[in-house]
């Protein structure tokens, strides 16, 4: 059974600390056997070649070589297998310290959204989602009620509109006509089509000979 001794205490540091140190030494123990098993091997060689050279002129030396030979052999098994054994130990150590500081991290984790989510339930959370659903209805019944509301400024009426352009549309083609001379009637204004009458601004010729012949009338009425 867990319980705060073994994550948190006075001694916690050096549980911690435990698996490290056990792990380097066990370490530093099968480098020294892994050196030991490579001489070991060495002095197997050299003894089986010791064995070759003197097999057919010294037996006698050949049989002593292969006997050093087995001895080493039997050294090197009982090496191999303790290498083996430390081997599996810090393999063992490494996993149980990986396990442990898994475990304290998902306690941490636990304890962080413990923190984070507070006072929190289900029903706040239904609440708060309820409350923006509710505030995003009403902001878009006011944006709704701001795009369609009344334009600024009074309605324009189109029958004044239409004058107007009558009117410019006359004045257009007044000035126009009076560089020709010519008199031209007034273009209907407003929607009932009416005339607006409108002095020549410059007499015709016609207008002209008209007027001298009066003058002579006059003047011979007068002699």
Not at 10 to 37: T, W
């Amino acid at each position: 059974m867990w319980g705060g001794s073994w994550f948190g205490g006075s001694g916690a540091q050096k549980r911690k600390d435990a698996p490290k140190k056990a792990i380097l030494d066990l370490r530093q123990q099968l480098d020294m056997l892994q050196k030991r098993e490579k001489h070991l091997e060495n002095q197997m060689a050299e003894q089986e070649k010791i064995a070759k050279m003197n097999v057919s002129t010294n037996k006698t030396a050949a049989r002593t070589a292969l006997k050093r030979k087995k001895a080493h052999e039997h050294s090197l098994e009982q090496t191999s297998a303790q290498i083996s054994m430390l081997e599996n130990q810090i393999y063992s150590i490494e996993s149980a310290n990986i396990n442990q500081e898994t475990l304290l991290a998902m306690k941490n984790a636990s304890k962080a959204m413990k923190d984070i989510h507070g006072n929190l339930t289900i029903d706040k959370v239904d609440d708060i989602m309820e409350g923006l659903g509710e505030q995003r209805a009403l902001a878009e019944e006011i944006g709704n009620a701001i795009a369609n509301g009344p334009q600024a400024g009074e309605p324009l009426d189109e029958g004044e509109l239409e004058e107007e352009i009558s009117r410019l549309e006359q004045e257009n083609l007044d000035e126009k006509m009076i560089g020709t001379g010519t008199t031209v009637p007034m273009l209907p204004s407003g929607p009932n089509g009416e005339l607006h009458s409108r002095l020549s601004a410059k007499p015709t010729l016609e207008e002209e000979d008209e007027e001298e012949e009066l003058r002579k009338l006059q003047a011979e009425m007068a002699m």
